[in-house]
């Protein structure tokens, strides 16, 4: 190894150990802030993505039912935030389930505004 390849290559290293740390620590930050949200997975991604695309089809629906919250974790759909009335609730399940294709794979857990 040349003396150039041998001081670019401790440059290097000293960068990563200075930054590795740092870098760690945000990759930690990251995953806690993510917890409850949508991870970072193409099937979960492309079914919570179908459900949202369902839910704000329906023009029948309030702003607040087409802002819902949509997560999918291991096929598991969770709906989450306020919506309008307990009708306004039934109709946002119905468009969930539609998708996913049975009530057990839904978790309701959206709030009638009074």
Request: some cysteine; aromatic content about 10%; overall charge positive.
């Given at each position: 190894m040349s003396e150039r390849e041998r001081a670019r290559l401790?440059?290097?290293?000293?960068?990563?150990?200075?930054?590795?740390?740092?870098?760690?620590?945000?990759?930690?930050?990251v995953s806690f802030a993510q917890d409850g949200q949508q991870k970072i997975n193409a099937a979960d991604l492309d079914l919570a993505t179908?459900?949202?695309?369902?839910?704000?089809?329906?023009?029948?629906?309030s702003t607040e039912a087409h802002n819902l919250k949509v997560i999918s974790r291991n096929g598991v759909v969770t709906l989450k935030g306020p919506v309008h009335s307990e009708d306004e609730k039934r109709a946002v399940m119905s468009k969930a389930i539609e998708v996913v294709g049975t009530r057990t794979r839904v978790s309701n857990q959206m709030s009638v505004r009074p």
């Open positions: 401790e440059r290097e290293m000293k960068f990563v150990r200075r930054f590795l740390p740092v870098i760690l620590c945000a990759g930690w930050l179908r459900v949202r695309q369902s839910i704000i089809a329906d023009k029948s629906l």
